[in-house]
């Protein structure tokens, strides 16, 4: 437990004074989940992936508070993630809804959550964990076995509309679900091995795999002078935007950056240390969060939605450029995530500084206040909800992928993919609070 705390707890005490760390914070983590859930945001439940981005915010509250003696801190949120997941299956463990024509990554994220179930109940309770692990096993096979591969191994982001295609957002859809399923049901270690050889060997497969769809990444969209990532590439070089010799997109889009950062920080979480590509997954993390510390706007603490150099500050603001906020908050969750894990290096503070000032500008520009269950402004005494503003409803590579597209996207109120991620950050967060608190 030290091991995880103690670099988080050496920044930290760089940054301000006693008074100011130790003062009363709100749970923000908690408030906006509550915020969500209260006016049914997250519901009717769907296997897509920004409802499952919630889920997977909500799994970290009750991971934070689940050695609580009250257990009211986190199973409303348990139930809340139950309720929804359930309804999505047959008691079999069939999906109720499933094009199986449809094969893209993003369908894909929903199976963390189903995961994260099946490992929170206990053993005994057999129907229910026959269920999930059926679905588990469905996912798990759509993965590796249905969903088309490039040339050069990498899964297509979305099969049949972009051949050939990957997308920095992909690798948060699957890979850590495929990482985590190849740790708790095919690695030697794993209680749950049948045939401990055969699985090994299919797990030593997976791992290499998964070292290759974030090795592809790397090798076509990694700027090598900004640290930067573009947000995708097409391996066939025929798409409008891609570059003639990388195959990549022209720009870095926040949002997918996120996603690959938040990938990588999460994915290392199930990754043997012996394997020789922990050690590359760490480097690349590294890489990215140097770029993102030197690429943080200094007014507000976030991050630009386009975040090219030459697109940034006031010149990009006055063509339409701003401070983006889903995928400013994935960076702050996968700095502090990454700090507090020991995956990111951080002797000197410089990176929860960072962090630090990127949550509290984003709280500041990014979170509203309001009361009663419309959203709306309203009378005293009615419940005191909260708002995220400020993100983006969608980025994608249909198109051209230039500047005029990605600022030409409207911004959305409530978004699952900004709020999901807004929570994960406020875990981490105030788990570093706790920390030099107590």
Request: include cysteine.
């Amino acid at each position: 437990m030290m091991r995880s705390i103690t670099p988080i707890l050496l920044a930290a005490t760089t940054l301000a004074a006693p008074s100011q760390l130790l003062s009363p914070q709100p749970k923000y983590s908690t408030w906006m989940a509550n915020s969500i859930i209260t006016r049914n945001l997250s519901s009717p439940a769907t296997r897509y992936y920004d409802q499952a981005t919630f889920y997977r915010s909500l799994e970290a509250i009750v991971v934070a508070h689940q050695n609580s003696s009250n257990s009211s801190s986190f199973s409303p949120y348990l139930s809340h993630i139950t309720t929804q997941i359930d309804s999505l299956l047959h008691p079999n463990g069939t999906f109720i809804s499933w094009d199986y024509n449809d094969h893209q990554l993003d369908n894909i994220r929903v199976a963390s959550s189903i995961l994260f179930l099946y490992t929170s109940i206990p053993p005994s309770n057999t129907p229910q964990r026959t269920k999930y692990k059926a679905a588990l096993d469905f996912l798990y096979d759509q993965l590796v076995n249905k969903q088309k591969r490039n040339p050069e191994g990498g899964f297509w982001h979305k099969d049949p509309k972009y051949p050939n295609q990957m997308w920095l957002d992909g690798l948060y859809m699957a890979q850590p679900f495929y990482a985590a399923y190849t740790s708790l049901f095919l690695s030697s270690m794993s209680p749950n091995s049948v045939n401990v050889n055969t699985t090994a060997a299919v797990a030593d497969k997976n791992w290499d795999d998964i070292l290759l769809q974030f090795s592809l990444i790397e090798a076509h969209c990694r700027n090598a002078t900004s640290g930067l990532l573009k947000h995708g590439y097409d391996a066939s070089k025929t798409a409008i935007w891609a570059d003639p010799i990388t195959g990549a997109s022209p720009l870095t889009w926040i949002r997918a950056q996120g996603w690959y950062l938040m990938a990588l920080i999460d994915v290392l979480d199930y990754f043997p240390l012996s394997h020789p590509a922990y050690s590359q997954l760490i480097k690349w993390a590294r890489q990215l969060a140097r770029a993102l510390k030197e690429t943080q706007d200094p007014e507000t603490g976030g991050w630009w939605l386009v975040m090219d150099g030459e697109y940034g500050g006031p010149k990009g603001r006055e063509r339409g450029n701003y401070v983006e906020s889903s995928g400013s908050v994935m960076y702050v969750y996968g700095l502090l995530k990454g700090v507090r894990k020991w995956y990111l290096l951080d002797d000197g503070g410089e990176l929860v500084k960072v962090a630090r000032r990127g949550y509290e500008g984003l709280v500041e520009r990014f979170v509203r206040v309001v009361k009663g269950k419309d959203g709306e402004d309203g009378e005293d005494g009615r419940e005191v909800l909260l708002n995220w503003e400020g993100t983006v409803r969608v980025g994608s590579l249909d198109g051209r992928g230039d500047f005029e597209y990605y600022t030409g996207i409207n911004r959305v109120e409530n978004s699952l993919i900004g709020v999901g991620p807004f929570i994960l950050a406020s875990v981490e967060y105030e788990m570093l609070t706790a920390a030099i608190e107590t």
